[in-house]
Every structure is written in structure tokens, then in C-alpha cells.
T-cell receptor, first 112, second 114 residues
């Protein structure tokens, strides 16, 4: 299996621009998680889906952040408009309704 | 408030020694606890899981203990090697009925030297 796939791997954008991060979970996994990692706050859960349905979005920092999972093999995390404080590494992870989560390589976002 | 604490300072040990990393938590009642390894520029990788009713779990050179009274987990790497150098994250798990949710500590960086 290819593992969790994320794109892009790196994104540099200017403040105010829209940013879309993409994730393809491992085939057969029915839970998908979006995390943000920074030096100051560590790895934070933003939102997670089960069977394509958002279950808990309490970690989404603001209305500027939104996430969708239109089908079992694709999810997006969108930031609009982006701000410099959104700069971080964003990870997607998936699991098969078990406890172990499999992480993608991350998207390193820099908002100037 | 809920808190997960890992030693924020890097742990430096000599090759062949046992590395011991600590994870303390407050105001949590986790169903299980996991340890992940993270290398620079990569996502975390699962290592071990231990449940609330288990005291100890082993896998090759790795050993995890879980004391729900002390609210602490210890992670041991025996006969450490330079390849074990990485950041190690503990994560507390809760089962929400529909999915398992993890809350991560900030991690401890381990450096194994020759």
C-alpha cells in the first residue's frame, strides 16, 4: 500500500490567499484525521471524519478553516483567507476504526 | 485543564544504554496510550499501544509501562543505537464510539551518540 498521500508537500503563499491541502487515506481505512504541528503547540487535532462524516471539528481554530471528505478516498483542508499564524506542518492520518493511526508525510505551509 | 507532559529537553544517551522517556498526564481518563516515533520532515510512526488495564507491553527492544494511578507512562529503549535518535511522542486515546481520538504530547527528542 502507498500509505497516506498528501499534497502539496510544501506550500508558500501570501497572506489573504486561499490554501487547499489534500489527502488520500489508506484504502479500506474509514477514519481520517487532520492535525497541525508547530513548535509551540505540538501536534493538534483539527478535525476527524468517520465514514466520510465529520465527527468532531472542535479543534478547528477559526471559521477560516474548513474540511471536507466527499468520498472515502479524498479529503481537503481549506484555509481562506490564510494568515501568517497559520504557518505550520499539516498532517493527515487515517485508521481502520482501530486505535493505530497512519500519518502522511505532511504539508509544510508558510504564509508570508 | 487537561495536560500531557513530556520532557521538553532533549535526552542524550550513549549507544548501548537504556533510554527512558516519560509521559505524564492530568485530567484524562484514557482508554489506552500509544507511543509514536517522528523523524525530521516526516509524519509520526506508530510504535506501541498499551491499554488502561495493562501494566507493561514489550516489542523487541521497546518496553512501555502504564500506571493509571500515577497517570504516567514510561517508554524504554534498551541497547539503544544511533538509529533510535528521533522525537518520541506519547498519545492518549479515547474511544468515542465512532472513532478513536488521540491527544498528543509535545514529544521528547532522543539523541543516541556513539
Amino acid at each position: 500500500d502507498a500509505g497516506v498521500i498528501q499534497s502539496p508537500r510544501h506550500e508558500v503563499t501570501e497572506m489573504g490567499q486561499e490554501v487547499t491541502l489534500r489527502c488520500k487515506p489508506i484504502s479500506g481505512h474509514n477514519s481520517l484525521f487532520w492535525y497541525r504541528q508547530t513548535m509551540m503547540r505540538g501536534l493538534e487535532l483539527l478535525i476527524y471524519f468517520n465514514n466520510n462524516v465529520p465527527i468532531d471539528d472542535s479543534g478547528m481554530p477559526e471559521d477560516r478553516f474548513s474540511a471536507k471528505m466527499p468520498n472515502a478516498s479524498f479529503s481537503t483542508l481549506k484555509i481562506q483567507p490564510s494568515e501568517p499564524r497559520d504557518s505550520a506542518v499539516y498532517f493527515c492520518a487515517s485508521s481502520r476504526q482501530q486505535e493505530t493511526q497512519y500519518f502522511g508525510p505532511g504539508t509544510r505551509l508558510l504564509v508570508l | 485543564s487537561q495536560k500531557i507532559e513530556q520532557n521538553s529537553e532533549a535526552l542524550n544517551i550513549q549507544e548501548g544504554k537504556t533510554a527512558t522517556l516519560t509521559c505524564n498526564y492530568t485530567n484524562y481518563s484514557p482508554a489506552y496510550l500509544q507511543w509514536y516515533r517522528q523523524d525530521p520532515g516526516r509524519g509520526p510512526v506508530f510504535l506501541l499501544l498499551i491499554r488502561e488495564n495493562e501494566k507493561e507491553k514489550r516489542k523487541e527492544r521497546l518496553k512501555v509501562t502504564f500506571d493509571t494511578t500515577l497517570k504516567q507512562s514510561l517508554f524504554h529503549i534498551t541497547a539503544s543505537q544511533p538509529a533510535d535518535s528521533a522525537t518520541y511522542l506519547c498519545a492518549l486515546g479515547t474511544n468515542t464510539g465512532t472513532a478513536s481520538k488521540l491527544t498528543f504530547g509535545t514529544g521528547t527528542r532522543l539523541q543516541v551518540t556513539l
